[in-house]
C-alpha cells in the first residue's frame, strides 16, 4: 500500500509527464500518441515505475526501446519543472501498458 506522500508524487509527476509527452509526443515518435496510465513511486523515491499505453499502427516495443533510451531527458526536462517540489527526482522505468489491448482481445474473442 502507497503512502499518501508517494500518492502524491505520483500523481504530479504523472501529471507533468503526461504534459511533456502531449507536447512533443507525436513527432518524436512517428505519429504515436503516447499516455502516461500509472506511476508507482518506490518507499524511497528513487525509482518510479512509468506505465505508457501507445496508441499506434507501428511496433510499440520500439517506441517503447525509444522511450527508454530518453529516460534521462524525461528526468532533466521534469527536475526543471518540479524543481520546487522535489529535491531528489526518482529514476525512471518504463513499461508498456497494455490492458487496453487485452481488454480488446477478450471483447474480440466474446463477440465470436
Known amino acids: 500500500m502507497a503512502s499518501i506522500r508517494q500518492q502524491k508524487i505520483s500523481s504530479l509527476i504523472q501529471r507533468e509527464l503526461a504534459m511533456i509527452f502531449q507536447k512533443e509526443g507525436t513527432q518524436k515518435y512517428s ?12 518507499t524511497d523515491l528513487s525509482i518510479a515505475k512509468v ?16 522511450i527508454k533510451s530518453n529516460s534521462k ?9 518540479l ?10 522505468q518504463f513499461y508498456l501498458d497494455d490492458t487496453l489491448d487485452y481488454n480488446e482481445e477478450i471483447d474480440r474473442l466474446l463477440k465470436q
Open 73 to 81: 531527458y524525461y528526468k532533466h526536462e521534469l527536475a526543471k519543472i
Open 83 to 92: 524543481k520546487h517540489h522535489l529535491r531528489k527526482m526518482p529514476d525512471f
Open 51 to 66: 506505465y505508457v499505453s501507445l496508441f499506434t499502427k507501428l511496433d510499440k516495443q520500439e517506441i517503447l526501446k525509444e
Open 31 to 42: 505519429g504515436a500518441m503516447v499516455t502516461v496510465s500509472e506511476i508507482s513511486v518506490t
